[in-house]
Each structure stands twice: as C-alpha cells, then as structure tokens.
C-alpha cells in the first residue's frame, strides 16, 4: 500500500493555493512479481489509500495430444486472487529456451478466453520440440508466466501406436516363493511415460507394489506386495504411454504374464479326502458327484478342470459349486437305461488357478478316480412269462418264472441271509394270494434266518381262485427255485402245493413291485419302499 499525505494550515500562501488545485497522482504497484499501473485523481486533501489484488498465473500447463502441425495446449485457472479475464501465450522454438514472443498467428495467438488452445501456427514444423508459457490477463494487468512446458509436434510420417509384450522375465522362477517378482516388458520403439502406474496388476496374491527401470523400449517390472500365495498377473493397459511422435501405445499382450506366488507359508494343495456318486431323485440315473477335501476350499464354479468319463446312462456334466471342503458336482442325467452301478466311471481334477483351490492359491488335482457308490438300487422291470406251451398262456402252472431286475446288481445276502443259490430250492416256497382281479406274490424260505426280503408284488391279474403255494414237493424235480444274474433274480414255479390256480386264461397286465428296504447293493445303499410300476405287459 502506498498513502499520500497533503498540505494542511501553517505553511505558507503559495501552497496553500495548491490545495485548491486537484491532485493528480499516478501510483506504480508491483504485487507478488506482477506489474500494475493505475490512475488516480482527487480534489480534496488529506490522507488516500490505493490497494491492488494480486493477480496470479495459471497452472498445470501440458499438451493433450498433438499432430504433426499442431500442439494442443491446456492449463488451470487460478484458484484464488483476481479472476483472469484472458490468457496469453508465449512461444520459443526447442527445448532448453525461455519463451519471449507472443504466439502471432493461429488459435493460441492474442487474447485467449478459454483454458485450452490449439497452437496451428503455420510455423510449427513436424518433429520439432517448442516450449510454451502462458500468463493471465486482466484489464491492463499480466501475471508472472505458468512455468515452462515442452510440446512436441509428431513425426509427419508416424501415425503408427507402439505395441508391448509383458512376459515373465528370464529366470523368473514359477511358482517362487521369493520377492519380486520380475516381467520384462518391450515395446515396439521407443516410449515416454512408462511408470509403475502404467502396469495393472491382478490375479489372487494380492500384489500392490510395481518398480519400474529402463529406458527407451525395454524396462523391467519388479512386482511384491504379496499378501497370500495365488496368482500375479501384470498387463498394460492401451493408452498408458506414447511414442515419441505421440502414438498411445495398443494394450499389452503375452505368452506368459502369470506367475504363481507361493512364499506365504502354506504350500500344500487341498488333498482329496473322498469322491462319491448320488442318485439324488431316486429314478436310478446318477445326478451327484460330492469330491470332499482336507481343507477349505475357496468359491469356484469353474468347470473346465473336471474331466468324467463313463458316467452311468451317460450323464453329463453340468455344473460345479463349493461350500467349506466339498465340491459339488451337478450332472445332467443321461438317455441311457437307468444304472446306479459304478461300473467303469471315473472322475479327475486338473490344477487350474480358477479352479479347486485354498484361500493360499494352492491348486488341488487328482487322476482319474472312480467314486464310491452312494446311490441306491432301484427296481427297472417285473416280468411274468410262461414257461410252458402257449396252450396254457395266460395260467400260472409249473415252470412259468417271475423276474425282478434292479438298476444295478444287488446283494443277494441282503435278500436272504443263506443267499439266493440252487440249495434254497429244497425250503423255497412261492406264495400267490388270491386278492380279485390283482393277485399277489411273496417268497418264503425256511434257510432265510429273519426271513425272505424281496418285498411284494401285485401281478395285474387273478391267476388264483383260492390263495395257492408251489413248491416244497415231492419228488425233488417239483421245487420252486432262484437264481440271480447280474441286476436280475428270477422265480420258477415248481408244482403246486396247495391252493387253487384259475383255469381261466389271463390277459396282459401290469404288474407293481414295492420292495423291501432291507435290500441293499454291494455297497450298502438300500432301496426304499416306493412302489414301482412295470413299463411293461405281460403274463405268466
């Protein structure tokens, strides 16, 4: 600030006269390095002050982008003192000079309104550095300059964006537990720009921390940070840095940009504890596979490392969920004939860094394996046949069988406790109990200690008139008898023994089969008690 002072009383005639002539004053300023002039009259006397606001230069100058004959240009407002009503820019020509000229043709040239200009003087020459200034303007007031900055005008011939590969660097152990772990990264020509913000990281290791050194088009990466044992993954990103023409570069590609971090202490992959089979539904065709482990497993839905092979009915894969330490395989169920067999089907993992894994990255496998059966036999066929001539067709006589066949082979040892063999014959009893138009059929042998469990059976037709049993005659060629082949047991009617058969032919029928739930497989599944209806005709 700077004051005035003017003459008062007591001094002599002729200056007191001055005070009655206007004052003028003219005041030079220099506020915080920036130059204002002003004027300022009075016509009274006293004491006056004259106060200036600062005006300060913008900031942030750069370049966007640029061409081979322009150099786009832009900057920040100041954020605090006098408001700039427009900006001017200055001009060299190179990298190491201090900008004097004012730009003097194109859209940076003059007064500038806004925050961004185009320098396209006629001029500019491709390939060629300029350092620029810019200032704030404000009546007749310009600030101090923004500070220096260098654009480069691209190469007329290259429009060409550097390409890059990121690839594990030589030597670089997979899997290693030390850190860092290096990439090499090599672009297509020579770059400006590349800094650790240029790399992106990811992948389950929780890696944070880049260092990046080089020059030029080739640098190396130094990855650490990591929190658990997984996977690091480095890529970049299109547009991270340019050519020295200006040309963003493409996003990186690779042949190996992973690597698998395993210095967090554990080790071990999740091992498979056991693998088993379900027929969820119960219509004998496996639905469910369950792969249980040693440890927690982290969430996946991942498919692609399960490999099954022979699936029974020829069932397929359809999805795959965890929770805790069990995998849970879902499959479609097949066309084929219903069959809770193992039989020849198999399951393998492969290690796959999406797949079965703990919460350290460790990736679980295992070679083809054929899981335990935890599905349960079900019946899939009763059939009633003659074992005659066709003149007795229709009537149950000696020879005519009944045959049961299950969805795989069953334990006979869980039907009868002496099994089913051709000594049962001599105590076999065939039992068909008159109930109207549906008769019934049990078995029954002295040598089963607790009984025959085999279940019952309606036979769709009234093959006796007063309840009727067979075998257990005299001589021996007239005992009942039954054999088992794989999944099926068959019943032959030896001679009557009491009891009455209807003489009157039966037609077709369909017979139901409510088994016994002390019938197993060989694995101990039982069966259970629900009725099941024939797909089939057909009568003794």
């Known amino acids: 600030m700077r004051t005035q002072r003017f003459l008062r ?20 300023l220099v506020l915080a390095g920036t130059a204002f002039a002003f004027s300022w009259s009075s016509s009274h006397s006293g004491v006056g002050t004259a106060k200036a606001p600062v005006l ?32 001017k820019v200055k001009r060299c ?40 200034a810019v200032f704030s303007v404000r009546n007749n007031w310009t600030s101090v300059d923004s500070g220096t900055f260098v654009g480069l005008t691209r190469n007329s011939s290259d ?40 790399v992106s990281l990811s992948g389950t290791a929780g890696a944070g921390t880049v260092v990046v050194t080089g020059s030029g088009p080739t640098y190396s990466v130094a990855v650490s940070g990591m929190v658990t044992n997984g996977t690091v993954v480095a890529t970049i ?32 992959a999740p091992a498979l504890s056991t693998l088993e089979m379900f027929d ?35 069932g397929t894969l359809s999805s795959v969920s965890t929770s805790g330490t069990v995998a849970t395989l879902t499959l479609n169920e097949g066309a084929g004939a219903a069959n809770t067999a193992v039989g020849t089907f198999t399951v393998a993992l492969a290690a796959n860094p ?21 599905a349960a036999p079900v019946p899939v066929s009763v059939t009633l046949a003659n074992g005659n001539n066709s003149s007795d067709l229709g009537i149950l006589s000696k020879k005519d069988t009944l045959a049961v066949g299950y969805s795989e082979a069953i334990s006979s040892t869980s039907v009868c406790s002496a099994g089913l063999t051709s000594s049962l014959s001599s105590t076999l009893i065939l039992t068909v109990a008159d109930s109207g138009l549906s008769d019934t059929f049990t078995a ?69 089969y409510t088994p016994d739930t002390a019938i197993t497989d060989a694995a101990g599944n039982a069966m259970t008690a629900t009725p099941f209806t024939a797909p089939n005709t057909s009568r003794f």
Request: contains cysteine.
């Open 93 to 132: 020509a190179g990298s190491s000079c201090t900008p004097s000229a004012v730009i003097g043709a194109g859209t940076c040239a003059g007064v500038i309104a806004a925050t961004t200009c185009v320098d396209d003087d006629p001029a500019l020459k491709p390939n060629n550095n300029y350092t620029y």
């Open 237 to 268: 990103a299109a547009g991270a840095v340019q050519d020295l023409a200006s040309n963003p570069n493409t996003a990186s590609t690779s042949t190996d940009n992973t690597v698998t971090w395993s210095g967090s202490g554990d080790t071990t």
């Open 159 to 198: 429009n060409t964006p550097p390409t890059v590969t990121i690839n594990q660097a030589t030597g670089q152990a997979d899997p290693t537990s030390t850190s860092p772990i290096n990439f090499s990264v090599v672009f297509s020509e020579s770059v400006t720009g590349f800094t650790s913000s240029s």
């Open 444 to 512: 029954s042998s002295s040598a089963c200690t607790g009984g025959m469990h085999l279940g019952s059976f309606t036979l769709g037709g009234n093959y006796v008139t007063a309840s009727a049993t067979w075998g257990n005659t005299s001589p021996g060629n007239n005992n009942s008898s039954v054999s088992i082949s794989g999944s099926t047991i068959t019943f032959t009617f030896g001679g009557l023994n009491s009891g009455t058969p209807n003489a009157t032919a039966q037609s077709l029928g369909t017979a139901v």
């Open 56 to 87: 300060l230069p913008p900031t942030g100058l750069t370049s966007p982008s640029s061409t081979s004959m322009t150099i786009t240009l832009a900057w920040v407002a100041p954020a605090s003192g006098a408001a700039p009503a427009s900006y």
């Open 354 to 374: 999406a797949g079965i894994r703990d919460a350290a990255g460790n990736k679980s496998s295992f070679a083809a394996t054929a899981p335990t059966d935890k």
């Open 9 to 28: 009383g007591g001094h002599s005639k002729a200056a007191k006269s001055l005070l009655a002539i206007p004052v003028i004053l003219c005041v030079s």
């Open 280 to 314: 969820t539904n119960g219509n004998g065709k496996i639905d469910q596979v369950k792969a249980t482990f040693d440890e927690t497993l982290v969430s996946t839905s991942n498919t692609a490392q399960w490999t099954l092979a022979n699936v029974p009915s020829g």
